[in-house]
């Protein structure tokens, strides 16, 4: 299985930055990798998700235009860039790997989970 292990999180204002890495170990060969968020009270969200071999990358709708996800696969490693960060954004930001499912925000697309990195944004 993969090994996920999430770093970067924390408290800004809001309009600051944060940047999430998440470090992959073991098996990597995931067709898909993401960044999922939840929030006290809330059900956990697809925030983007990335074709681990090319073929692009995808977001939703609330990141489009301020978060960008990318990775460097010499280090194993997934990048969420976040911008202009909103209080609404305030959630535990965990990254996910996976073969694919009906969904590629979907979390049954993914099957291994790090424990997450917590974000908190004020206003």
């Known amino acids: 299985p993969v090994r996920l292990v999430e770093s970067g999180g924390g408290s800004v204002q809001a309009g600051g930055s944060l940047r999430l890495s998440c470090a992959a170990s073991?098996?990597?060969?995931?067709?898909?990798m993401a960044w999922f968020r939840q929030a006290p009270g809330k059900e956990r969200e697809g925030v983007a998700a990335i074709y681990t071999g090319g073929g692009g990358t995808y977001y939703a709708d609330s990141a489009k235009g301020r978060f960008t996800s990318a990775q460097d696969n010499a280090k194993n490693t997934l990048y969420l860039q976040m911008n202009s960060l909103k209080p609404e954004d305030t959630a535990m930001y965990s990254c996910?790997?996976?073969?694919?499912?009906?969904?590629?925000?979907?979390?049954?697309?993914?099957?291994?989970w790090g424990r997450g990195t917590q974000v908190t944004v004020s206003s």
């Open positions: 073991g098996y990597t060969d995931s067709s898909l």
């Open positions: 996910a790997a996976g073969p694919g499912g009906s969904w590629i925000l979907g979390a049954d697309a993914y099957n291994s």
